[in-house]
């Protein structure tokens, strides 16, 4: 099994959610099921002193992440009666039929977490999995895998935690940590200059400007402004190849559009410092784990 060397292990731990910030989306997730009362069918079959032993494996290769918050909603239901044993931590591959987890408690508690456990952990283990994948494809390039703001409304910080896990990186995580002027921003400015102009008398020194643009013209006036990244959006591998040597490191480069597992590599050949990957966040497959209970 793989391990995570040990800089990024830490690095993973040091920018983990915390239990503060999960917490309340883990509740959300469990009255979902719950919110109308408890679980019929396991409160009908199941005793309330039963207690049993249950494995979370997967079923598939992937790339794991989220275990602790998935595993939250257990401790939700009945804190401290469920203990957990874990195989393996958040960024660590696992292989089919791999064991992530055991667990020891309630067996009504069990059943009636594991789909928000389930929901939770494919969810966001399908998603450092892809990212994952990305990673390994542009591996000796000079790029950078990074997410976008296409999460799923109420996860995004869970989902951007997962980009990480797989050893993707984070775009701005909102509308108020950084500035992106896109197309429409400009087509109500008039010009790119009059955007950041604006940009500039409004924000503070410590935000980054970051403008989107979609031919080399745009991209030449964009580069006589006071400005820290340049997005180049929907642009082939031979204009990606011809901005960023128009650049010459002068901003971040940012490639972003018809990014896709058989096209990020040439994309990333081309000196871009940053792909970003809308679909990981809003269209990467679950990771396909599942829970079994002991017999």
């Not at 679980?39 to 009908?44: G, P, Y």
């Not at 044993?85 to 508690?109: H, K, M, N």
């Not at 390994?136 to 935690?161: C, I, Q, S, W």
Request: glycine share 8%; aromatic share 2%; net charge negative.
């Amino acid at each position: 099994m793989r391990r995570l060397p040990n800089a990024l292990s830490r690095a993973l731990s040091a920018h983990k959610p915390t239990r503060l910030v999960v917490e309340p989306l883990v509740r959300a997730a469990l009255l979902e099921d719950l919110a109308h009362g408890g679980d019929l069918t396991t409160d009908a079959i199941v005793p309330s002193e039963l207690r049993t032993k249950a494995r979370i494996v997967a079923r598939a290769d992937g790339v794991i992440a989220g275990l602790d918050a998935a595993l939250l909603a257990f401790e939700i239901l009945a804190p401290g009666a469920v203990a957990v044993s874990a195989s393996i931590d958040d960024g660590d591959a696992v292989q089919r039929d791999g064991l992530v987890a055991q667990l020891e408690g309630p067996a009504a508690v069990l059943l009636t977490g594991e789909r928000t456990v389930l929901n939770l952990l494919c969810r966001l283990s399908g998603i450092a999995t892809a990212t994952h994948a990305l990673v390994n494809a542009v591996a000796g390039t000079h790029a950078r895998v990074v997410d976008t703001r296409k999460t799923t409304p109420g996860l995004r910080v869970l989902e951007k935690y997962a980009v990480r896990c797989g050893g993707g990186g984070n775009h701005r995580f909102g509308l108020d940590d950084a500035v992106l002027i896109k197309d429409n921003h400009l087509a109500l400015a008039g010009s790119i200059h009059e955007a950041v102009a604006r940009v500039r008398s409004h924000a503070g020194h410590m935000v980054k400007i970051e403008v989107e643009v979609d031919t080399l013209e745009q991209l030449k006036e964009a580069l006589r402004e006071p400005i820290d990244a340049v997005l180049l959006d929907n642009m082939q591998p031979a204009m990606l190849q011809q901005a960023v040597r128009i650049v010459d490191g002068s901003v971040i480069t940012e490639a972003s559009g018809g990014v896709r597992p058989e096209t990020i590599a040439a994309i990333a050949a081309t000196g871009v410092d940053l792909i970003s990957v809308g679909w990981l966040t809003h269209s990467a497959p679950a990771l396909d784990l599942g829970l079994d209970i002991a017999t």
